[in-house]
Every structure is written in C-alpha cells, then in structure tokens.
C-alpha cells in the first residue's frame, strides 16, 4: 500500500508532467505503422476506402467462394493483398519525413543516406512484413484454388451420374393389347345388323 509521501510525490510529479515527448510520439506513430501491417485494424484514417471496398469486390468477383470456407480465405487473400498495396505508401512516408527532418543537418548530396541509415531499421521491418504478407496471400490463394477444383470435380462427376441414374431405372409396364381369337371371328353388334338386314330384303346367303 503506498504511502502518504509516496500519494504526494506522485502527485506532484503528474502536476509537472508535460505530456509525452516527441521520441515517445515518433514511437507511438511508428508502432501504429507497424499495427496497420499486422494488426486488426485494416483501413486507417488517411486509407481510400472506396478504393479498399473496389478492390474487396474484384478479388471477390475473381474468385466467387461457394462457401464460408471459400469466403474466408478470399477475405484474407484481400487483407494480404491491400496491407501489401500500402507498403510502398509507407516508406515512401519514412523516407520523406527524413528528409525534412534532416534537411537542415546534413549536406542535399548526402540526405538520402543518411535518412536511409537513420531509418534503416524500419524499412527493413516493411520489407519483412512484406514478405511475410506475400507468403500468407499465396498460401491462401493455392489453398483455396485446390478447394475450388476439388468441388469442381465433385460438381462435374455429380452432373455425370444423373442421366446414368435416369437410365437405369426399370421399364415402366406398357398395357396389355387386347387378344384377337386364332380362326374364328364371333359377331359382334355390327356384323349382326349386316345379317338381319339381309334376311329382310329377301336374299339369304348361300353356304358354302
């Protein structure tokens, strides 16, 4: 439990604060940097988002996921795809800033090695998020392209099968013609009529 020295001293020192020092802000802004490559947050206040949302749509189109598995290797092919597009952006960033921060120091013939080795140790941290983003993109992107194939295959051999199916059902039963009688041919309402019209006018045929 802190004491009563200790509760004053504090607060007198909070009183004497200044706030963080311009090294602690240029900390704070690289690790927001380096947030933007390996964090959560995807689009940052200075982002295009229309051109973040075009380029969601054209890797969406491009590979049209029939499933949440599909979905979400397509979701992280574009992540990938759009922390590795702002990369150039931000060292181009790192090294403009050093520029005009050391313009005043160092010779113009001389400032971009200087800057360079100044912050040299940054831009090799883009390079290896680079790197590690192109590794994770293609990864993705042949995961996900030997699921597609897969169901695919699976889609064709399905289409296959159905007309096989249809023709190896059995026959349906076709109806029963009715039998004629072999030799004889038994009267019927017509060939009765023939008859008794024939007795009537006279004539009776003969037997043979």
């Known amino acids: 439990m802190s004491t009563a020295a200790q509760i004053n001293a504090n607060r007198i020192n909070s009183q004497s604060s200044t706030g963080p020092s311009e090294a602690g802000l240029a900390k704070t802004r690289l690790n ?9 947050t995807v689009v ?9 949302v075009k380029l969601g749509k054209s890797i969406t189109e491009q590979y049209r996921p029939a499933n949440d598995q599909e979905a979400r ?5 574009f992540q990938s795809e759009w922390r590795l597009m702002r990369i150039p952006a931000l060292e181009n960033n790192i090294l403009a800033g050093g520029r005009v921060a050391m313009a005043d120091d160092v010779p113009s013939h001389l400032l971009s090695g200087q800057v360079y080795l100044k912050y040299e140790r940054s831009l090799k941290n883009l390079n290896i998020q680079e790197n590690r983003l ?14 597609q194939a897969a169901r695919f295959d699976q889609e064709a051999a399905s289409q296959k099968t159905q007309p096989q199916q249809a023709q190896q059902q059995p026959p349906q039963p076709q109806p029963k013609e009715k ?16 008859a008794e019209a024939a007795t009537v006018g006279g004539s009776t045929p003969k037997v043979p």
């Open 32 to 40: 927001a940097l380096k947030n933007a490559l390996t964090g959560q």
């Open 44 to 52: 940052l206040p200075d982002d295009d988002v229309e051109a973040y």
């Open 73 to 77: 290797l397509v979701e992280s092919i």
């Open 134 to 147: 192109r590794r994770s993109r293609d990864k993705d992107t042949a995961r996900l392209e030997a699921l």
């Open 179 to 194: 039998e004629t009688p072999i030799g004889f041919e038994f009267a019927n309402a017509e060939n009765t009529e023939k």
